[in-house]
């Protein structure tokens, strides 16, 4: 398990107390536990072979500080390298920096948490004494619609109405035109979902994003379904674009690997994680606290 993966670095690392620099035979094994401990956390295999390479080559050669026992010495650089794969420090915040009412659009797979996050990021913009529009577009699902509508009266926050009979166009249309004369600052789109991805959910969701022209694209993930997650977060970054991630469900077991497979792969940062299904369960993303989950 990779609670023990320090416990497991000291043990590797016995044997190097008093030598004076970490040799190529010294790191290998270490890096064996680093790369199974990371993909047990679901990062994607590539991604994890790229980044044990870069901690080798970086090790390889470190000098055995008398302060620090070895195996807490890779621990440090490992961490360091993950923290600085997720992006380091780098801002996360919403860009809403365009003439209100700013759009974002929340893309993803059924089930992945798209409905819950839009009332959850529409409670953390109201918190910011943000005025947010929630615009149920899954006119397939029109339990969907009503969900929004559910979590749009808890949270005291506007819903506008949608009919599962419109086109998700005219809805975006309209919407818009609704936000703009209503005072809003921001619309929050709910966009429909698939099983997997096929080539009319992307048309469509292309089509709302050419209308919409949202400040942001966010992929709703759910970090419970792994490595799945990083190719599904690459084909909706390949046809629209996506600008950031959230990713869902981390009060479960799930280690949450897939949001250093998704940073690595799209170049796309994740903006915030879901916590639970109450709406005030999104906490936004700091990578120092992902990575010490995965090292455990
Ligand atoms: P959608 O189909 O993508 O719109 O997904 P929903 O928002 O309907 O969410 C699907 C299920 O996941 C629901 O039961 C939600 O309560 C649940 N869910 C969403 N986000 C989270 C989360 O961060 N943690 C947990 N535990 N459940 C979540």
Redesign the pocket.
Same mark, same amino acid.
């Given at each position: 398990m990779f609670a023990t993966l320090s416990d497991k670095l000291d043990l590797v690392f016995k044997k190097l107390r008093g030598q004076g620099v970490m040799t190529e035979d010294n790191v290998k094994d270490a890096l064996r536990e680093v790369r199974l401990a990371l993909l047990e956390a679901d990062v994607n295999f590539k991604v994890v072979k790229d980044f044990v390479e870069k901690v080798r080559s970086r090790a390889v050669g470190t000098e055995v500080l008398q302060s620090l026992a070895p195996g807490q010495q890779v621990i440090k650089i490992v961490h360091d390298e993950l923290v600085l794969l997720m992006g380091g420090s780098e801002d996360n915040s919403l860009d809403l920096a365009a003439k209100p009412p700013v759009a974002i659009m929340?893309v =993803?797979?059924? @089930?992945? =948490?798209? $409905? $819950?996050?839009? @009332?959850?990021l529409a409670k953390h913009l109201k918190g910011q004494r943000k005025k947010p529009l929630l615009v149920p577009a #899954?006119v397939y699902?029109p339990a969907?619609i009503e969900?929004l509508k559910v979590l749009g009266r808890q949270l005291d926050i506007e819903v506008f109405n949608s009919l599962a009979t419109q086109k998700p166009l005219d809805i975006c249309r309209e919407a818009h035109r609704y936000a703009t004369l209503n005072g809003f600052d921001v619309i929050i789109f #709910?966009t429909a =979902?698939r099983h997997q991805i096929d080539d009319y959910l992307m048309e469509e969701l292309e089509g709302i994003r050419d209308e919409l022209a949202p400040r942001e694209i966010l992929f &709703?993930a #759910?970090?419970m379904t792994g490595q799945e997650a990083v190719n599904v977060a690459q084909g909706f970054n390949e046809r629209l674009g996506i600008t950031g991630v959230i990713l869902?469900?981390? #009060? @479960?077991d799930a280690k949450g690997g897939a949001a250093l497979s998704i940073k690595a792969v799209t170049g796309k940062p994740v903006k915030f &994680? =879901?916590? @639970?299904?109450k709406l005030d369960?999104?906490d936004v993303f700091h990578a120092d606290r992902l990575v010490s989950r995965i090292l455990g």
């Amino acid at each position: 398990m990779f609670a023990t993966l320090s416990d497991k670095l000291d043990l590797v690392f016995k044997k190097l107390r008093g030598q004076g620099v970490m040799t190529e035979d010294n790191v290998k094994d270490a890096l064996r536990e680093v790369r199974l401990a990371l993909l047990e956390a679901d990062v994607n295999f590539k991604v994890v072979k790229d980044f044990v390479e870069k901690v080798r080559s970086r090790a390889v050669g470190t000098e055995v500080l008398q302060s620090l026992a070895p195996g807490q010495q890779v621990i440090k650089i490992v961490h360091d390298e993950l923290v600085l794969l997720m992006g380091g420090s780098e801002d996360n915040s919403l860009d809403l920096a365009a003439k209100p009412p700013v759009a974002i659009m929340l893309v =993803g797979l059924q @089930g992945a =948490g798209k $409905t $819950t996050s839009c @009332g959850k990021l529409a409670k953390h913009l109201k918190g910011q004494r943000k005025k947010p529009l929630l615009v149920p577009a #899954d006119v397939y699902r029109p339990a969907a619609i009503e969900q929004l509508k559910v979590l749009g009266r808890q949270l005291d926050i506007e819903v506008f109405n949608s009919l599962a009979t419109q086109k998700p166009l005219d809805i975006c249309r309209e919407a818009h035109r609704y936000a703009t004369l209503n005072g809003f600052d921001v619309i929050i789109f #709910d966009t429909a =979902g698939r099983h997997q991805i096929d080539d009319y959910l992307m048309e469509e969701l292309e089509g709302i994003r050419d209308e919409l022209a949202p400040r942001e694209i966010l992929f &709703v993930a #759910d970090a419970m379904t792994g490595q799945e997650a990083v190719n599904v977060a690459q084909g909706f970054n390949e046809r629209l674009g996506i600008t950031g991630v959230i990713l869902t469900k981390l #009060d @479960g077991d799930a280690k949450g690997g897939a949001a250093l497979s998704i940073k690595a792969v799209t170049g796309k940062p994740v903006k915030f &994680v =879901g916590l @639970g299904e109450k709406l005030d369960a999104l906490d936004v993303f700091h990578a120092d606290r992902l990575v010490s989950r995965i090292l455990g």
